[in-house]
């Protein structure tokens, strides 16, 4: 059968125009399914394509971010007290990347070490500091600083050498205990001077006693072996001077001495002591005449108005000089 008969034949009765129509329309409408599917399918590989293309520019900007946080990490270098702010700057721009960006940062370990080194810098700094405090606490050295002085050097000692050397001031330290240890010494030199002093007086006060001892005696031994001047001479004096000229010794047991040998004593003793000692110069010696003296003993006067004995050895006794 020819195709233009069997055409015919189906279009002319409903039914089979009915069947064509279906056939005509389920071929439509496969193709329209197909073409649907090929467009979904070829929409989904756009999209695809797309969400790639943004991934790999996403990584690519991650990867950028990182790259300038392990550039804010190297610019640290080597960790000092004052590298604080660069650490700081470094952490805060570590914490304000986007969580995949972290994944690229390469240097976060040494950014770990930075702040651990820096942490233990800074409390080295505060300790090193409080010591500097204390020194410039110092101030004028004075012997009430001893124990001042001696906090400051045990808490520099305390110190590791690293907080050592961050000490600035510690020459002033040293110069603070090389002052004090000066003090302590002209302090210690005072305290022994002053006894030492006393003695000297001492000695000088006894060498003048015995000056003047020794001066009585001469004056004594002078007198007597020495005719009385005319000027005061009297009539007991010339029959009593003469009489004891032949022995010195003889003299000073003489019961009645001359009142001008006493005068001729006052002078020359006085003569004497002004030029051995600026201490009171004796004025006069004569008998005490004191009961039971029996004339052995002679009362010296000084001019400051103090007095003594004089024994017939010529020791002078019972002044303070």
């Not at 907080?163 to 020459?171: G, Q």
């Not at 004191?290 to 052995?296: D, E, F, I, K, N």
């Amino acid at each position: 059968m020819k195709f233009k008969e069997l055409t015919r034949k189906i279009f002319s009765t409903k039914k089979g125009k009915a069947i064509f129509s279906i056939v005509i329309a389920a071929a439509i409408l496969g193709v329209s399914v197909g073409s649907y599917k090929g467009y979904q399918a070829n929409e989904k590989a756009k999209q695809e394509a797309l969400i790639e293309k943004e991934n790999e520019e996403r990584t690519e900007n991650y990867k950028s971010l990182a790259k300038e946080c392990d550039d804010e990490i190297d610019a640290i270098g080597t960790v000092t007290a004052e590298s604080e702010p660069l650490v700081k700057r470094a952490e805060d721009y570590y914490d304000g990347l986007p969580k995949g960006a972290k994944e690229y940062v390469t240097k976060y370990d040494d950014l770990v070490k930075a702040r651990t080194s820096l942490d233990a810098l800074l409390t080295s700094k505060d300790k090193a500091d409080k010591v500097i405090a204390e020194i410039d606490g110092i101030g004028d050295v004075e012997l009430t600083k001893a124990d001042q002085i001696a906090t400051a050097r045990t808490d520099y000692d305390a110190l590791s050498d690293d907080e050592k050397a961050m000490v600035t001031n510690y020459d002033t330290l040293t110069s603070a205990e090389e002052t004090l240890t000066a003090l302590n010494e002209k302090a210690t030199s005072k305290d022994t001077e002053v006894p030492s002093q006393t003695a000297l007086n001492k000695k000088s006060k006894k060498a003048t006693t015995k000056t003047k001892t020794n001066t009585s005696t001469n004056t004594a031994t002078t007198t007597t072996t020495t005719p009385a001047p005319v000027q005061t001479t009297t009539d007991t004096a010339a029959a009593t001077t003469p009489s004891t000229t032949t022995t010195p010794a003889d003299t000073a047991s003489t019961t009645t001495p001359s009142t001008e040998t006493t005068t001729t004593q006052t002078t020359d003793t006085a003569s004497t002591n002004a030029s051995t000692s600026s201490e009171p110069t004796i004025t006069s010696i004569v008998d005490d005449n004191l009961p039971g003296s029996r004339g052995t003993t002679k009362l010296v006067t000084y001019s400051d108005g103090s007095y003594g004995v004089q024994l017939n050895n010529g020791t002078i006794v019972g002044s303070d000089w």
